[in-house]
């Protein structure tokens, strides 16, 4: 090989190198602003929810219509150690009760979409209940969804306050549905406050790791590598944590108090497989529900009454009346 064509084969190699370093980091901005900041799909106001909601869950209009006419259904703000300032609803049971619920929604979602479960707890199972918003959802600040890893400090937060709003005698169990699930999972692998009595996470995924992998494949037919290491990584620069400490795994290895797991068989979104290894690293106690036909957070619509009854048998082994 002549000095000439040896010299061009190096530039020709360097050439694409730049231009697949460069088309990889181009790609990472893009799959870290795709998942994390889809400010299109997200910065709905509450009030617009509304109208979805009351299509899919009809009960819930008479009901919303009571709590506002007796002026019950609340709003509140506060600001993490971040100075990022963050919203929630709560509703005070119809009548004085030591059991509160702190309800947590799923990925760009808001508080009004999960008023199905505030109304599991607050009118059928007669709870105080609180609803936040996790950050750069629903009324809440913050630079980026931040998929239940950042959130589980700022929901934790969120539960000392409901309990200062119910009083320090209150009772408290956390649910959350798919991110919501994972990040009620991620808070019950930290110290527990002494009221809280126990969780319930519906189709919550193993880890952040796990679940943007899963939705690389599905959705865009891309493998693992480079994109998930590189946009992990600067997830961690931008905001400071990466998609494989995000662990709901990890998490409810370390969690001591009771947890009922609930997954729809036909999930893939979130898909059925991730309960299992997520069980199985749970301490007792423990329960797990796998629901029949039901798709991705559809196992309350598909099976109110027995979803209602499972809840509530569940949550009432831990909490006095």
């Not at 008023?115 to 996790?134: S, V």
């Not at 037919?221 to 992990?232: A, Q, R």
């Not at 199985?280 to 009854?309: C, F, Q």
Request: proline content about 6%; hydrophobic content about 35%; aromatic content about 14%.
């Amino acid at each position: 090989m002549g000095k000439r064509t040896k010299k061009g084969w190096i530039i020709g190699v360097i050439v694409i190198l730049v231009v697949l370093t460069g088309c990889t980091i181009g790609s990472s901005y893009y799959m870290l602003n795709y998942s994390l900041t889809p400010n299109a799909k997200i910065r709905e106001k509450d009030a617009d929810s509304y109208p979805y909601m009351y299509a899919n869950y009809p009960f819930l209009r008479p009901w919303v219509d009571s709590l506002n006419q007796a002026k019950a259904l609340k709003d509140t703000f506060i600001v993490n150690p971040e100075g990022i300032r963050l919203h929630a609803y709560y509703i005070a049971a119809p009548r004085p009760t030591k059991k509160t619920a702190v309800i947590v929604h799923g990925y760009t979602d808001n508080p009004i979409r999960m008023f199905m479960i505030g109304y599991l707890y607050n009118h059928d199972l007669q709870f105080n209940t609180l609803l936040p918003a996790l950050q750069h959802q629903g009324e809440s600040g913050g630079p980026a969804i931040q998929m239940g890893w950042k959130d589980r400090l700022d929901v934790m937060q969120w539960m000392h306050v409901a309990n200062q709003i119910y009083g320090d005698s209150t009772q408290m169990v956390v649910h959350g549905i798919s991110m919501g699930g994972a990040t009620t999972m991620m808070v019950s692998g930290e110290e527990q406050p002494h009221f809280v009595k126990c969780f319930v996470e519906d189709c919550g995924y193993t880890s952040v790791w796990d679940e943007f992998s899963h939705e690389l494949k599905t959705s865009f037919h891309l493998p693992k590598f480079p994109l998930m290491y590189t946009t992990s990584w600067l997830c961690e620069k931008k905001y400071g944590w990466n998609f494989k400490e995000a662990s709901s795994l990890k998490q409810v290895e370390k969690a001591k108090l009771p947890m009922f797991f609930i997954h729809g068989d036909k999930d893939t979104y979130v898909p059925t497989w991730m309960v299992y290894p997520l069980y199985e690293a749970k301490p007792e106690p423990k329960e797990l529900w796998i629901v029949p036909g039901a798709t991705h957070a559809m196992s309350y619509k598909d099976n109110k009454a027995e979803y209602t009854e499972r809840v509530k048998k569940f949550v009432d082994k831990y909490m006095e009346e």
